[in-house]
């Protein structure tokens, strides 16, 4: 990290020859002019407009182009109501970055977007493990960066920068799985996922866990690499020992290929699947294989809600299709930006930070949200079966 802090006492010297040219400054991450300074702050002529510039780290090419498509999509609707909504208060600019789903993406994104940009904060990125990759170096930059889609368990622990309203998998998949033992009377189940990416051996891990302390038979494993095409040989075998069903934790392009064969292969008994599930490309992949796939979200755009159909049908209006969980918590999460800035009165890296921190009881579209000590969502998830190519709750 010697180049990073030599990059940062580099800044500091600047700000400090800018100080002492008579501008003033709220802390030392705070912005002097519109576009200059480590925060993206610039007030107006007459000190009341906020200018806050926020990064966005996104999956925008690549397999898993969906979600970042989804997350842009929430950010922008966002955008567009909140600078209306706050006209002479607070302006808001997006800087967004595509991370491809590397690792090595978005560690690139995240130093660009706050060595060159000099946001104040960041949105993102998409994925679990490209967050463990470039959190730690927001982090250490002392930079808010909030996940919208990370459900992987230690997320938080990276640093008291890190902040998220996606809700784990801990929560996620225990809800879904007491809820289909429950209706189907599940007594075997099966598993498979993806063995080279964080957030599916995290959710297999929640799955297993969860499965022996509901004390359900194991009867078979099974592992697959994101990128595979053919899963008969792995679901021939799950499918031999008879299981009542098939818990699968993958992104939303391989866990759709794994259900389809399933299905192909004469598979009847009920299909689980983790948080990579919750977009609608998996209708697309899947076709009529999805009906009846069983997951837990903290948003559904069939729910009975005026905020949440508000904004459902300004999504539709915008984008012609509905909003899926990753373009819903994208939405929340500025708005939870905007709220924050707000009251922290300037675009400082560190008074933001304190007041994401005190976030409680906040509702948004995917549920009402607080933040518990290590800056985890304290919330709800809702469980969804698909039908007729859409998910609904299950009932």
């Given amino acids: 990290m010697k180049g990073f802090h030599l990059m940062r006492a580099l800044a500091a010297i600047s700000l400090g020859a800018v100080l002492m040219v008579g501008c003033s400054s709220g802390g030392n991450t705070t912005a002097p002019a519109a576009g200059e300074g480590g925060s993206g702050q610039a007030a107006s002529a007459d000190g009341q407009e906020i200018q806050a510039k926020i990064g966005v780290v996104g999956f925008l090419s690549g397999s898993g182009a969906a979600y970042g498509e989804a997350q842009k999509a929430g950010l922008e609707l966002a955008l567009g109501e909140l600078n209306e909504a706050n006209k002479g208060k607070l302006k808001i600019e997006l800087k967004f970055e595509d991370s491809a789903g590397e690792k090595e993406g978005a560690i690139n994104a995240v130093n660009k977007l706050i060595n060159q940009d000099n946001v104040v904060a960041i949105i993102g990125p998409t994925l679990s493990g490209e967050m463990f990759a470039a959190g730690p170096v927001a982090n250490e930059a002392e930079t808010p960066i909030f996940g919208i889609s990370n459900t992987s368990e230690g997320i938080n622990d990276i640093g008291e920068y890190v902040f998220r309203n996606s809700l784990p998998e801990s929560i996620a998949i225990p809800t879904a799985m007491k809820a ?75 866990g759709s290929m794994v259900v389809k064969k399933a299905r192909e292969l004469g598979f009847t008994g009920t299909i689980l699947g983790g948080n990579g599930f919750n977009n609608p490309k998996v209708f697309e992949i899947a076709g009529p294989a999805a009906e009846g796939l069983i997951v837990a979200t903290p948003f559904s755009p069939e729910k009975k809600d005026d905020k949440v159909q508000a904004f459902v049908k300004a999504f539709e209006a915008k984008y012609n299709k509905k909003p899926d969980q990753f373009a819903a918590q994208a939405y929340d999460s500025l708005y939870i930006m905007s709220q924050s800035l707000l009251a922290a009165g300037k675009a400082d890296r560190e008074e933001l930070r304190g007041k994401l921190a005190q976030l409680k009881d906040f509702t948004g579209v995917s549920g009402k949200l607080s933040f518990d000590e290590k800056r985890n969502p304290i919330g709800d998830a809702v469980v969804v079966v698909a039908k007729e190519g859409k998910f609904v709750p299950f009932e």
């Fill in 180 to 254: 289909a033992v429950e209706k189907n009377g599940l007594k075997k189940v099966a598993l498979i996922h993806a063995s080279n990416d964080d957030f599916s051996v995290n959710g297999y891990k929640v799955m297993k866990a969860t499965a022996e302390k509901l004390g359900l038979e194991i009867t078979g494993e099974a592992t697959f690499a994101n990128g595979d095409v053919d899963f008969s040989a792995q679901l021939t075998k799950l499918k031999q020992a008879n299981p009542d069903a098939l818990l699968v934790s993958a992104l939303y392009k391989e």
